[in-house]
C-alpha cells in the first residue's frame, strides 16, 4: 500500500520550492530530465519520496500540456510517495507558504 499526496504553487518556482522543502525537511534533490515530464527534482529517504515538477510538461508536439490538467493555475507541483499515511510530512509540508494540499490518493 503506498500513500500519495499532491501539492501545488502558484507562488513559487521549482527551484524556490526545491530550497524551501530542502530546509523544511533536510532533504536533497537531485535534477532529473524525462523526456514524459520534462526537468523535475527528486529526493529519496527511506520514508518514501518527494518529486517537485513544474505543471507544464512538454508535448510531442512542441506545446506544452499539464501534468495535472485538473488544476491549470498551479505553475508548480510537489508530489509526496510514502508506504503509509505520514501526517507529520504533511504538517511540514503545510507550514510552507504558498504551498496547497490538491489531493490524496492511498493505492
Not at 499526496?5 to 530550497?19: F, I, N, P, Q, S
Not at 506544452?64 to 510530512?89: F, K, N, R, S
Amino acid at each position: 500500500m503506498s500513500d500519495h499526496h499532491t501539492y501545488g504553487t502558484r507562488t513559487h518556482t521549482a527551484g524556490e520550492l526545491v530550497r524551501l522543502v530542502s530546509d523544511c525537511l533536510g532533504l536533497v534533490f537531485t535534477e532529473r530530465d524525462s523526456d514524459y515530464r520534462g526537468v523535475y527534482h527528486r529526493a529519496s529517504s527511506p520514508n518514501g519520496r518527494i518529486e517537485i515538477q513544474p505543471n507544464p510538461i512538454p508535448g510531442d508536439d512542441g506545446e506544452d500540456g499539464l501534468y495535472a490538467p485538473e488544476h491549470p493555475e498551479v505553475q508548480v507541483l510537489l508530489l509526496t510517495t510514502t508506504p503509509t499515511t505520514g501526517p507529520a510530512l504533511q504538517a511540514r509540508l503545510g507550514s510552507i507558504e504558498g504551498l496547497i494540499h490538491l489531493s490524496h490518493e492511498t493505492v
